[in-house]
């Protein structure tokens, strides 16, 4: 580290007021402040300087969702070799299908990198400002929501789209008012609804000339569900290891709770808001089970714990329903703000054949109620509290 230390000091004159580069001095802070620990000084005022900063929470989050990257490049090429007839029991052609899904799934994350944080840099050089960190966790959300055969163009336009529209338009890092890596899966979902829902962008290939083999669709838990094919849905174990096809990082509730573990002890994840998401979706999950049989709808009746495993239930209550900016930030709007996300994710999937993942869109409406919730809490709160003092002052 001496050498980098050393390395970025001698090439730090360059890009100082007066310099040569002076016009990208804040793209080389955010560089320097990313590789080491900034140095900044209080100028005035008190403050309170906490021993992580916001790069270091983010790159905390980014090792959270290290699990559904890696095992959402295997899941790639699993479908993949599966589709063609190969390799299909899990445990041939291990490296094969890592490979595979590697090769697919690294340029969509180069590219969502690469054009979010060009236009961050932009932003900060033209407005003189320091780099945000946000998009460093914005930049691995979307290509973990997308799917594999998603074209990379596309990843661009919904990357510009959300760092722009989603989060620059309201002031950047910390002033949107909804989840920038939705936003991107949001307007794709609308603007190019072929590719982003159906029965082939699930499983790398399909979109072109795949031959798949005999009785293979292509179609996720979900879509089977939603259309009445009950026997296309994989048991709760396959749903909770991620073995079934569907976005590239959502699949595997085992890999969601790797992350849920580092986010709880580092402290960064809300414990609330998940606890709130997994009981709203219970809630509502089992009040179809209760109703499901008298309406003969079998999709009601899929068991509470294997509804939460499917889709991207888990990959949604871990890291998108947590975001601390689009969030509520009371303790008791929390759990309001969790429990009607898993509401109404389970009654949108469920319900709405149009939307048989209904987490994407649940996250989004809660993140504008978000607000209202925390003002309707703080007044309760307030108005309890002179309550209390008009009784003692009686």
Request: contains cysteine.
């Amino acid at each position: 580290m001496k050498a980098i230390r050393s390395l970025v000091d001698s090439v730090k004159p360059t890009f100082a007021k007066g310099g040569k580069l002076e016009k990208f001095h804040w793209v080389f802070d955010g560089i320097e402040t990313f590789l080491f620990t900034p140095g900044h000084a209080t100028g005035k005022g008190a403050h309170i300087r906490d021993g992580i900063d916001l790069k270091r929470t983010m790159s905390i989050v980014i090792t959270a969702m290290l699990p559904c990257l890696l095992f959402g490049m295997w899941n790639v090429g699993h479908w993949h070799f599966t589709a063609l007839g190969e390799f299909t029991a899990l445990n041939e052609g291990f490296w094969d299908k890592f490979l595979y899904g590697a090769i697919k799934v690294l340029p969509i994350v180069v590219v969502s990198y690469a054009v979010g944080l060009g236009i961050e840099f932009t932003f900060c050089s033209i407005k003189g400002h320091p780099i945000h960190e946000g998009y460093l966790v914005s930049g691995m959300l979307i290509p973990l929501v997308m799917p594999v055969d998603v074209p990379l163009w596309m990843v661009a336009v919904g990357s510009a789209f959300a760092v722009i529209i989603g989060k620059e338009v309201f002031g950047g890092t910390g002033m949107n008012i909804l989840n920038v890596a939705l936003t991107a899966r949001a307007f794709l979902f609308f603007a190019y609804p072929t590719w982003m829902s159906g029965d082939k962008v699930w499983v790398a290939g399909m979109t072109g000339d795949l031959p798949v083999v005999d009785g293979f669709s292509g179609a996720t838990s979900m879509g089977h569900a939603a259309a009445g094919n009950m026997s296309g849905v994989v048991s709760i174990m396959d749903s909770f290891w991620g073995f079934e096809a569907g976005s590239i990082g959502e699949t595997s509730a085992f890999a969601c709770l790797i992350g849920a573990a580092i986010l709880l002890l580092t402290g960064i994840g809300s414990g609330r808001i998940m606890l709130g998401v997994f009981l709203g979706g219970a809630a509502m999950a089992g009040i179809f089970n209760l109703v499901g049989p008298s309406m003969g709808n079998s999709y009601m009746q899929i068991p509470v714990l294997h509804q939460l495993m499917l889709g991207s239930f888990m990959f949604g209550l871990v890291f998108m329903a947590t975001d601390p900016v689009t969030a509520t930030q009371t303790a008791t709007g929390k759990w309001i703000y969790g429990f009607f996300i898993g509401l109404l994710a389970i009654l949108i999937r469920v319900v709405n054949p149009a939307y048989p993942e209904g987490m994407m869109l649940a996250i989004l409406f809660m993140n504008v109620m978000a607000p209202l919730i925390d003002h309707y809490v703080v007044r309760a709160n307030i108005k309890r509290r002179l309550k209390r003092a008009e009784l003692r002052t009686a």
